[in-house]
């Protein structure tokens, strides 16, 4: 059973979120900010966070910052209409998906189980396969990118299976239709968002300037290419 956690300041909010979540067959907990989060973490493992961006104290932003310096924990952020540059920066952030208020508790539940089946996704079959790329390794059985010093650099779900779509396909042009295609292995459903920003995110991993590409390229008006050399 995944567990869920809602935090919200809206009472109302959390409640309905969590009487529609377990009637789902999830297990839900509740938080009003971060620091009844913290606690929660504390407590045990929790798969993914439907979080507020406008939370009292430490926000919505600021937690997704934190998380995301040491946890691949799932975050689908929840926002007003009119947070378009907090949901921007939201997923700049490392935060996997959004949804704005008012929203239908059936979209909730669409985004939830198409983050929760990446997060679980089997490992690859093919035991101890590593694809090497510039002095770094990704271990595509065991989930896992190191660096060229030898130290494990964080991916998202998300982010590590961009990577590994690209590190299977050097030198080949790949459309955002494609990589989506690639990554999320037929569990898309019509809320994803834009790869570009999963690209960005990913640039700031691998490259040694993100701002001048080597490695995941531009080709423009068609796509992104991975252009450094995998064995």
Do not use: C
């Amino acid at each position: 059973m995944n567990t869920i956690a809602v935090v919200d300041d809206d009472p109302i909010t959390r409640e309905t979120l969590k009487a529609y979540l377990e009637g789902e067959g999830y297990r839900v907990m509740l938080a009003r900010d971060g620091d009844q989060l913290s606690a929660l973490l504390a407590r045990g493992r929790i798969d993914l966070l439907l979080l507020d961006i406008r939370l009292p104290g430490k926000d919505g932003l600021a937690v997704t910052r934190e998380l995301r310096a040491t946890s691949n924990i799932g975050i689908i952020l929840i926002t007003g209409r009119s947070d378009r540059m907090d949901r921007l920066i939201g997923l700049e952030l490392g935060a996997d998906d959004y949804i704005t208020k008012p929203f239908e508790p059936r979209e909730i539940l669409a985004r939830t189980r198409s983050l929760l089946r990446r997060i679980a996704k089997p490992t690859r079959p093919a035991g101890g396969r590593v694809k090497r790329f510039d002095g770094w390794e990704l271990h595509l059985d065991k989930r896992r990118l190191r660096d060229p010093g030898g130290e494990d650099a964080r991916l998202t779900s998300a982010e590590f299976e961009l990577l590994a779509a690209f590190v299977e396909n050097p030198g080949r042009v790949l459309s955002r239709d494609d990589l989506l295609d690639l990554t999320l292995r037929g569990d898309s459903v019509p809320y994803d968002r834009s790869i570009d920003r999963l690209v960005r995110r990913l640039r700031r991993v691998v490259e040694p300037d993100p701002a001048e590409p080597t490695r995941i390229v531009t080709v423009h008006g068609m796509g992104y290419m991975f252009q450094a050399a995998v064995d």
